[in-house]
Structure formats: C-alpha cells, structure tokens
C-alpha cells in the first residue's frame, strides 16, 4: 500500500512538473511572439529593407525630363535695351531636355542597392535571435 502512494505521488509530481514546464513552454513561445511582434529595431528594419527596394526599382528608371528656358543676346543698353524684337541676334530658346543614363548603369547602381537590401535583410536574423535571447533572459 505504501509502495503504491509512493509511485501515486511521484506520478503526480511529474504531472505537476509536466504542466509547469508546459504553461513556461507556452508562456516563451508567446513572449518571443509578442517580443517579435512589437520590437521597434525589427519594424525599423523592414522598412530600412522596403526602402532600399523601392531605391533599387527607382534606380533603373531614366531621371525626369527637364524644360530650358532661355534667352541670348537680350540687349540691356543703347537704343534697344530691353526690348526682345528691335535687335536681330536676341535669340528666345524653349525647349525639353533628357539627361540618358546608360541601362548598363543603371543596372550596376541598382544591383548594389538590391545587395545593400539584402545585407539588411540578413541583419534582421541577427536582431531576431538578440531579441529571442532577451526574451529568454527576461
């Protein structure tokens, strides 16, 4: 009889320690969950990751046109000054220019800013397992 109360309490011990190791087996997950999920550094990240891809995309496109607009030989004295018709070298220039920036270019910067995306991509791991030990120690 006593052999049995005896094996009836070490069973109960090792369900008591079962149900504790399971409630701070949950209880980390669920820490590590709520760390990951409000951790200012891991959100900074994704956006720093956003960023840099939206950099890239916008680096293979050719830079916006530009409207010049100008005038030569505008007389300021003598008989003509400021008067745009009675001289015959007043030239008026209106006009659209387009800087070209080769593809071959544009392609290299976009590379190194994909690669640069990456590395912060790769970052993110290593907050994640600082975070995770964090977590654990607190």
């Known amino acids: 009889m006593t052999l049995r109360l005896q094996q009836a309490g070490y069973a109960l011990t090792w369900l008591f320690g079962c149900a504790i190791f399971t409630a701070r087996a949950t209880t980390l997950d669920q820490t590590l969950a709520a760390a990951k999920q409000y951790s200012a550094e891991i959100s900074a990240n994704n956006h720093q990751v956003n960023a840099l891809n939206n950099m890239a995309d916008s680096a293979m496109q050719l830079p916006d046109p530009k409207l010049k607009v100008g005038i030569d030989n505008f007389p300021v004295s003598g008989a003509n ?58």
Do not use: C, P
């Open 81 to 138: 000054a400021h008067r745009f018709t009675r001289s015959d070298m007043t030239m008026q220039r209106v006009g659209i220019m387009q800087d070209y920036v080769s593809s071959t270019k544009r392609e290299r910067e976009s590379d190194a800013i994909r690669a640069e995306a990456r590395k912060a991509e790769a970052n993110q791991d290593v907050i994640r397992a600082g975070l995770q030990r964090e977590a654990s120690l607190a």
